[in-house]
């Protein structure tokens, strides 16, 4: 953030505060550009901004979306006018009956399956392609297994934009399906994940049109995640809550919520009261998890095993900076089983009405493992990241839930079964 | 309307500004209570209101979803304050590239997929549950095959109720899952839809405290639908759209779209300006569309057949009303094939990033049938409700779409398909 208080503008293009890259390692400074590694010291380039003031009334007078934050992104000042997903602005959710089975006082579900394609990734997206537009870029494109394929491609349908989607031959078939609804350029690869990650760096150096979300164009992408952190302190009134959960797959979600806290304060936009950040894992690719626990400072890459696909990334590229983050705010990670996950999905749906992908399920039941670790304090108030909706992996859940009994067509069979 | 002026009122229940029931044919008058068929002259029986004066402002300054209209709904006046599912206040979206690909000038879509479950039918049964409550019920209970289970079952258990949802024992698994979740009673009848109706009727009658949504609580439950104008209106500006499209099933939607935009003009809210409403149907269970085209003022039942299952009620009990509607504000009904509804889902997903179920496929190709047939004026403002999820219907388009392409994991392979 000092790094930004001179800022070498590239006057080229308009991403609105957003004035340069600075390496996340040694803060070397570079203008803004399409790039993603630091060629000082190799490690991830940041947005480095120049905000200026920046008012409640600002944000409060904006649209009911991420754009009202838009003081605060690498984005172009009239980023609301081009035609765009609009994501974000998700519900808050005070969860007293889930706050009740989990023996806490008060507990707030940020429900992000509301987004557009009902993933918190939407946020994400738009905000690269928002940066993309600028850089001149006219396609959009991911390697995914999910939840970012279908974002894409709706993202760039919506803009008018080509889109290129990479996912493995494997992938099951209703992923497939509400990605190439979308009517993009849907690439089934053979190989696995590796494959078709190391697949999108290829292309992305050799089609100087194509916005990589995740690879070229990254910078700016994973900016959209303090979305997440800038909506739960506005929707708090104006303030950081004590503590928060978080999923980790990169961990740059909860590195960008850190950050979006952070930037609120140093603004004056919200009291700086400290907060805790907790990390959920699932088991199956709990390699952050591992090292909290063992107290590394890096992080050994693990071959994922768990129903929690889209947080199976084995090598996380943030993952260090996870650890540090949550061991500065006084945190703790941990993982649950896939058990576990599926319980937590149950949990959250059967008291709140929400209904989760296994992700959430992750963030549900770690937290009700850290509370009952006495980890996360039951008396602070709590906030749990749902980033991800249970209409996208009902794969998880479809051996262990169904109708309570099957009847016959009479009232009286009803009464039976419920007592009645 | 005029009914309401000298209020009859039950003092027993807080419902807002509703104040009796009304027959829907002769308008006999009767105090509100959990019925829905006039003994007088058994027709369906609607909510009567006194509303006093409604200002924008008071609308303005609620929250951010349907109970900013409670003063124009059946709900006490702190609804907003009990856990709910807070459905409703979705996006209404600026649609150019379906408007450019449909050969009009103005078309929005209002996107309901952003409701807690992903249907519109979060608002009906929230509504139904908040009036409920009132009269003294404890367990919401729905027959259904598909979003009304949904919404029933996530909003019981977000109110901390019981739910009794009816299926058929037929239904498919996906929509089996999606309720199960919220672990209330769901209870798989063996035996059709008709079956499944019959016994929710059979158990109303019995059980004191079960709410059946869609019978013994109708009158207030379909009341919901209402929002749906209110948010248009209010979306555009404060302004009643010019032409709108509204899917039928039991036609319910449709003709409460055009009270909640008579209610709005009679309030002074909007300008009482012309507007032109339209229905759509699938030809696979079109006897609305029939009965339309052939000039009848009554509806012939048929035994549906298409994938639009949302919309597969074959003898829609709101179907003359539909027919008024539609034949005094100017418009038409037209139904469409199966293969144009899947046509439908993929126009919209392919230029507005929206993936709707096969309900809002009807919507889009019954929509093109009117603009092409010159029944929709293209120079004139359109509104199309989009009011389900594509994820919900993801057999519809299953065998239709899938990847451009299935490569092997190298740059040369994906140029040589993208011609890069």
Redesign the interface.
């Known amino acids: 953030m000092t790094a930004a208080l001179t800022p070498s503008t590239n006057t080229a293009v308009d991403l609105g505060p957003a004035v340069e890259l600075v390496s996340k390692e040694e803060g070397h400074r570079q203008p803004l550009a399409p790039e993603f590694v630091s060629a000082e010291d190799f490690s991830p380039l940041e947005v480095g901004y120049d905000f200026g003031r920046v008012r409640r009334e600002d944000i409060e007078s904006g649209p ?1 979306n991420i754009w009202r934050y838009k003081k605060l992104l690498p984005v172009p000042s009239n980023v609301e006018e081009i ?1 765009n ?2 994501p974000g602005y998700t ?1 808050l ?2 969860a ?2 889930l706050a009740k089975a989990l023996g806490v006082k008060r507990l707030w579900v940020k ?1 992000d399956t ?1 987004n ?3 993933s918190f990734k939407d946020r994400v997206v738009a905000v690269a392609l928002a940066a993309a537009r600028e850089f001149g870029f006219d396609t959009l494109a991911c390697p995914s297994t999910g939840n970012l394929a279908n974002a894409v ?8 934009w080509q889109s ?1 989607v ?2 493995p ?1 494997s992938l099951e ?2 992923k ?3 990605t ?4 993009g ?7 696995n994940y590796d ?2 990650n ?2 999108a760096t ?2 992305a150096a ?2 100087e049109s194509w916005a990589f979300v995740n690879v070229n164009v990254r910078p700016y992408y994973s900016e959209g995640s303090k979305t997440l952190g800038f909506e739960v302190a506005e929707q708090l009134g104006w303030r950081l809550p004590e503590q928060i959960v978080v999923p980790i797959a990169s961990g740059s979600q909860l590195t960008k919520v850190d950050k979006g806290f952070k930037e609120l304060a140093q603004l004056g936009l919200v009291e700086d009261s400290p907060y805790t950040i907790f990390g959920a894992q699932a088991s199956g690719c709990s390699p952050v998890s591992s090292a909290f626990r063992n107290g590394h400072d890096v992080v050994q890459p693990v071959k994922p095993d768990t129903i929690a696909r889209s947080l199976a990334i084995g090598n996380p590229a943030d993952g260090p900076y996870v650890l540090d983050t949550v061991n500065r705010t006084g945190g703790a990670i941990e993982d649950v089983t896939d058990d576990e996950v599926v319980e937590g ?2 949990l959250l ?7 989760t992908e296994t992700a959430g399920g992750v963030t549900v039941a770690t937290a009700k493992k850290l509370i009952e670790a006495g980890k996360i304090d039951p008396d602070a108030e709590t906030v749990l990241l749902i980033t991800g ?4 992996t ?1 794969d998880a ?2 051996d262990k ?11 009286a069979a ?2 039976e ?2 007592g ?1």
Chains 1, 2 share one sequence.
Do not use: C, M, W
């Open positions: 009911r035609p997903t609009e519900r959710v005070r007293d009956n429900d509301g557009p394609t009902h491609a709706a993202a760039a349908a919506r803009a008018g290129v990479l996912v031959s078939q209703a497939i399906l509400t190439a609804v979308y009517d350029a849907l690439l089934a690869v053979d190989g494959d078709v190391r697949l290829e292309l050799e089609h999905i149950r749906a059967r008291t709140e009405g929400i209904f909706d249970g209409l996208k009902l859940v479809e839930i169904g109708p309570k009994a099957t009847v016959a067509p009479s009232a009803v009464n079964i419920l009645g």
